[in-house]
């Protein structure tokens, strides 16, 4: 235990539990004595709570924080909106008067003016940034724990028919066109393909390469014929690696892709949706969530696995696994020895057995 001094201000230095504690007295150092003095007696009769010091924070300055060692560093610019309007509602309020109700009262909020997913995207964000202040020892507890996120109703999935891809490649201005068509081709998001060099093309060993992606894990995507060629029409002799490769700006390309969906007269679209686009007709074509699941950069399963119902093969081999687990009620029947197939006919119809008039197996 010490008293030091600092920019014109007495300190105290003490341990408590072995966390080393320093408080600010003032300009006497004989008041620090004897405040110091006081916190031995407190620690040692038990009677010394540190939460009496701590320093009682707004949320502005937690946010802040939280911005200036994680928020920015966080790609979707998505996030950056949700913490904007965070900030608004809760900013100006200590950190430890933020109450489980006012959370819930502002999520009801958004899941009113948006939708269920919307309201669990900013209670994730604002869950995020309690944790992130009970690690670096500026909060207490986590108000948000306590609020309990929407049922999400299942993922949107609208992919074009074949003769909506045929309309909207035919509509679209040549400035969007190829990017349409990457689209189609690799099932890669808006961003990826927008932020995609020519360094990340390999065009000898038929490969992009994307290092910055939503999961934050790179991947590699199969350049097929038809982009090859579309690429190779993009390139020229005297581009450069850093040189982006559909240098088209975002407003840009959301101005006429919304233009060329007016024209082909295709409604209830978004440019994402190409994406479901091109791995609704994977599926369909190979039956193989794995792959697609390594093309689209899917950290888990369960997001691909909305594709699968669109398999006829897939159904094909689940209705198979159920027949095989089943079939010793058939079987039994069939190889009744008693059954005379001239009085007693088996027949299937509608999923039961008849045997004669009377049922011999249940469905």
């Given at each position: ?67 200036e060692?994680h ?14 309007e ?14 489980a109700l ?6 009801n ?15 994730t964000?604002l ?5 992130k202040g ?40 040549k ?7 990457c ?13 995609l ?17 939503k ?50 007269n295709?409604s ?14 994977f ?6 969530l ?21 398999s ?14 089943i ?21 299937l ?15």
């Open positions: 235990m010490a008293i030091f001094k600092k920019q014109n201000a007495y300190w105290i230095d003490y341990y408590y539990k072995g966390k080393r504690i320093r408080e600010k007295i003032g300009p006497s150092y004989q008041l620090a004595k004897e405040v110091l003095l006081k916190r031995k007696l407190e620690i040692a009769e038990g009677k010394f709570f540190p939460e009496r010091f701590k320093k009682k924070i707004i949320f502005n300055e937690l946010i802040d924080k939280y911005w060692l928020g920015k560093y966080l790609k979707s610019p998505s996030w950056r909106i949700m913490l904007k965070i900030r608004q509602e809760f900013g100006n309020k200590k950190v430890d008067e933020i109450t006012e959370v819930s009262s502002f999520y909020k958004v899941k009113e003016r948006a939708s269920v997913s919307t309201a669990n995207r900013y209670l964000l869950k995020m940034i309690f944790n009970i690690k670096w020892e500026m909060v207490d507890s986590n108000p948000v724990s306590k609020v309990s996120k929407g049922k999400e109703p299942p993922g949107r999935l609208r992919y074009l028919s074949v003769y909506e891809i045929k309309n909207l490649l035919n509509a679209c201005d400035r969007i066109l190829p990017i349409v068509l689209a189609l081709l690799t099932g890669m998001r808006r961003g990826e393909i927008l932020k060099k020519w360094k990340d093309v390999d065009l000898e060993n038929n490969v992009i390469y994307l290092k910055e992606t999961s934050g894990k790179g991947r590699v995507i199969p350049i097929m014929s038809q982009l090859k060629e579309l690429l190779l029409r993009l390139k020229r002799n005297n581009i450069s690696d850093e040189d982006r490769v559909f240098n088209v700006p975002y407003i840009t390309l959301r101005r006429y892709f919304k233009k060329a969906l007016i024209k082909a295709i209830n679209f978004k440019f994402h949706d190409l994406r479901h686009t091109f791995a609704s007709y599926i369909m074509a190979t039956n193989d794995s792959s697609l699941q390594q093309i689209l950069g899917h950290s888990t399963p369960i997001m691909t696995q909305r594709y699968a119902h669109l006829k093969e897939y159904l094909y081999v689940k209705m198979e696994r159920y027949t095989n687990n079939n010793f009620l058939f079987s039994q029947v069939l190889m009744d020895t008693n059954m005379d197939t001239n009085d007693d006919i088996l027949a119809e509608n999923g039961i057995i008849y045997r004669g008039n009377a049922d011999v197996a249940q469905r």
